[in-house]
Nanobody, 122 residues
Framework: VQLVESGGGLVQPGGSLRLSCAAS????????MAWFRQAPGKEREFVATITPRGARIYYADSVKGRFTMSRDNAKNTVALQMNSLNADDTAVYYC????????????????WGQGTQVTVSS
């Protein structure tokens, strides 16, 4: 199993970034996918999750209305479009997968990528 994130970087406040995650080694279209993030000195926290067919998407309150998660089952990829970024969004962003119901609990996920750094700073 492999999850590879990309698209992180340095962006100014108010800017946008699009993260991608390429998945392999499992039956992608049967798995719930999610994004979590971890800021320095803080616990890893839920950002967004999407059900296997993309019918339902759930967001953390802190990103609702600014972030959009999507998936392409034909390409085994998920994306996170992040708009109106601010300093509180600075973190390492992780792509993760689980075979079951959607969840906001990081302990429910068992496949993780290596993470991609997002830094919001002027």
């Amino acid at each position: 199993v492999q999850l590879v994130e990309s698209g992180g970087g340095l962006v100014q406040p108010g800017g946008s970034l699009r993260l991608s995650c390429a998945a392999s080694g499992f039956t992608f279209d049967t798995y719930v996918m999610a994004w979590f993030r971890q800021a320095p000195g803080k616990e890893r926290e839920f950002v967004a999750t999407i059900t296997p067919r993309g019918a339902r998407i759930y967001y953390a309150d802190s990103v609702k209305g600014r972030f959009t998660m999507s998936r392409d089952n034909a390409k085994n990829t998920v994306a996170l479009q992040m708009n109106s970024l601010n300093a509180d969004d600075t973190a390492v962003y992780y792509c993760t997968a689980r075979n079951g119901d959607w969840s906001k609990d990081r302990g429910a996920y068992y496949y993780w990528g290596q993470g991609t750094q997002v830094t919001v700073s002027s």
